[in-house]
C-alpha cells in the first residue's frame, strides 16, 4: 500500500489528553531510572512517571508503567485510563500486537466506556500500520478491513469513523490489487478459469477500487481465452457503461472487435 499516514495529530492527541486531564502537574517532572522499577507507590506518582516517559519519547518504558499502574491499582478510576494509555504508547512504540492486546482487553472492561470509540480506533490502525506489500500473505489486511468495519458500524458519528472510511478505502484497494496480481499470475499460467475467479471478485467485491476497470478488461481476455465471447461482450459493455473513455475500454473495445467482431451479449 503506497499511501499510509499515521493517525492525524487531532486524533493522537485526543488520547494524551487522557493523560492531561489528571492532575499530574506537580509530580510529572521528577521521572527518573528508579521510575521503571516495579515498585510500590501511589497511583498518581505512578501515572505521571509514566506519562513522564512518553512525553520524554520513551513509549516502551511509559507502557510497562502504564501496566504498572492497574496491576499497582486495580480499582483505581487513574487504572482505566491508563488502560488505554498503555494502549497508546505501545502503538507509538510500533510494538502493534501488545497495543491491540491492551486495547481489546479495555474494551472486554470497560465497553460501554466514553473513550471506547478510541480504543476501537488504536486496533484498527495498529493492523494498519502492518500491511505490507501485494506479493504477501494479506492476513493482516483482512483483519485491518475487519476492524475498521466494526469502527464504522458502531460509531458512524465519530471523527475516526471518518478517519476510518479513508483507510478502509485504502485497504479495499489493496486488497483488490493483491486479487489482480493473482489473477495476472494465473493468466500469465495459462489458468484462465482461476484468473477469471480472481478478477470476478474484484469486480464484485471491490467494486469502487481503481482496479475495477482493469479487472473487467481481464475478463473480457478471460471470456475469450475460455471460449466464451458472449461474456467477452458483456463485460465489455460493462466496462464501457461505467467507464467511458477509459483506456482500458478502449483496449477491450479493441480486441472484442479482433477477436469476436460477431459476438453479442446474451
Not at 111 to 120: E, L, Q, T
Not at 175 to 203: C, D, H, P, T
Request: aromatic share 10%.
Amino acid at each position: 500500500m503506497q499511501t499510509r499516514t499515521r493517525p492525524s495529530a487531532k486524533l493522537v492527541l485526543a488520547t494524551l489528553a487522557l493523560g492531561a486531564s489528571l492532575a499530574i502537574t506537580g509530580c510529572a517532572g521528577r521521572a527518573g531510572p528508579k521510575d521503571t522499577a516495579y515498585v510500590a507507590r501511589d497511583v498518581e506518582s505512578l501515572y505521571a512517571a509514566a506519562k513522564a516517559r512518553l512525553d520524554r519519547g520513551q513509549p516502551k518504558i511509559a507502557a510497562a508503567l502504564f501496566d504498572e499502574v492497574e496491576r499497582q491499582h486495580p480499582y483505581s478510576p487513574w487504572a482505566r485510563r491508563a488502560q488505554l494509555m498503555s494502549a497508546f504508547s505501545y502503538y507509538v512504540a510500533a510494538d502493534y500486537t501488545k497495543a491491540v492486546e491492551s486495547a481489546q482487553r479495555f474494551l472486554s472492561i470497560h465497553p460501554g466506556n466514553r473513550d471506547a470509540p478510541y480504543a476501537y480506533y488504536l486496533i484498527a490502525i495498529s493492523y494498519y500500520e502492518q500491511i505490507s506489500d501485494v506479493t504477501r500473505d494479506q492476513k493482516v489486511t483482512e483483519q485491518t478491513r475487519t476492524a475498521l468495519q466494526e469502527l464504522i458500524r458502531r460509531y458512524p458519528a465519530t471523527e475516526y469513523a471518518s478517519d476510518a472510511q479513508l483507510k478502509l478505502d485504502l485497504v479495499n484497494d489493496h486488497l483488490a490489487g493483491k486479487e489482480m496480481e493473482i489473477g495476472r499470475y494465473y493468466q500469465r499460467s495459462g489458468n484462465w478459469l482461476a484468473s477469471q475467479i480472481r478478477f470476478q471478485n474484484v469486480v464484485d467485491n471491490f467494486q469502487t477500487t481503481s482496479h475495477a476497470p482493469e479487472a473487467l478488461y481481464r475478463l473480457v481476455e478471460s471470456s475469450l481465452a475460455l471460449g466464451v465471447p458472449e461474456e467477452a461482450v458483456k463485460n465489455a459493455a460493462v466496462l464501457g457503461a461505467n467507464y467511458p473513455g477509459n483506456e482500458w475500454y478502449e483496449k477491450a473495445y479493441a480486441l472484442v472487435q479482433k477477436r469476436a467482431p460477431g459476438a453479442s451479449a446474451s
